[in-house]
């Protein structure tokens, strides 16, 4: 009788550490994936949810790299214009996120900060034609929450744009 309380009582305690299937344990599998918030008729998330146990990555502002060294400073052909130096942009924060095992559809989040050029124009359709070149489409489908912000200037007077980006897996 012993031994079958004993076996009964070891099967019992095997069963208990068993991983349950129950809602509550689905539920939580859920919650362990990243949550994005769409808006449907937006190229961008109303917001995003990452649960414990990510890690991130934050970039600083990033800028563009220089197109043209030899055009006179000062000019948007050392640069380029909005779109060139938007490009520019998501190719550093490609390759800047990439050298810690992030990936572009990791970004969830973008703080763009834009400013007008010489004739006083924000150009903010080169900037989302350039970032719909790196979200929202057949490659990488994630949409980010971002805000994107019209500013003064910014240290260097030849640059049009700088973003900050988040990523997290």
Same mark, same amino acid.
């Given at each position: 009788?012993?031994?079958?309380?004993?076996?009964?009582?070891?099967?019992?305690?095997?069963?208990?550490?068993?991983?349950?299937?129950?809602?509550?344990?689905?539920? +939580?599998?859920?919650?362990?994936?990243?949550?994005?918030?769409?808006?449907?008729?937006?190229?961008?998330?109303?917001?995003?949810?990452?649960?414990?146990?990510?890690?991130?990555? $934050? %970039?600083?502002?990033?800028?563009?790299?220089?197109? &043209?060294?030899?055009?006179?400073? #000062?000019?948007?052909?050392?640069?380029? &214009? %909005?779109?060139?130096?938007?490009?520019?942009?998501?190719?550093?924060?490609?390759? %800047?996120?990439?050298?810690? #095992?992030?990936?572009?559809?990791?970004?969830?989040?973008?703080?763009?900060?834009?400013?007008?050029?010489?004739?006083?124009?924000?150009?903010?359709?080169?900037?989302?034609?350039?970032?719909? +070149? $790196?979200?929202?489409? +057949?490659?990488?489908?994630?949409?980010?929450?971002?805000?994107?912000?019209?500013?003064?200037?910014?240290? &260097?007077?030849?640059?049009?744009?700088?973003? +900050?980006?988040?990523?997290?897996?």
């Amino acid at each position: 009788m012993k031994k079958l309380f004993l076996s009964t009582l070891i099967v019992a305690i095997i069963a208990g550490c068993q991983p349950s299937h129950d809602h509550h344990h689905h539920q +939580e599998e859920e919650e362990s994936f990243i949550v994005r918030y769409d808006r449907p008729d937006a190229s961008i998330l109303r917001g995003v949810f990452i649960p414990e146990g990510k890690s991130y990555f $934050y %970039t600083s502002g990033l800028v563009a790299p220089v197109k &043209n060294p030899d055009a006179v400073a #000062g000019t948007y052909e050392r640069y380029g &214009n %909005t779109y060139e130096q938007s490009i520019g942009i998501l190719e550093r924060i490609k390759e %800047t996120i990439g050298e810690a #095992g992030f990936s572009m559809e990791d970004v969830f989040f973008l703080r763009v900060y834009l400013v007008p050029d010489k004739d006083g124009v924000v150009h903010w359709d080169d900037w989302f034609r350039a970032y719909g +070149e $790196y979200f929202n489409n +057949e490659e990488n489908p994630n949409k980010v929450a971002r805000s994107t912000i019209a500013v003064h200037a910014l240290a &260097n007077p030849d640059l049009l744009i700088e973003i +900050e980006a988040v990523a997290a897996k």
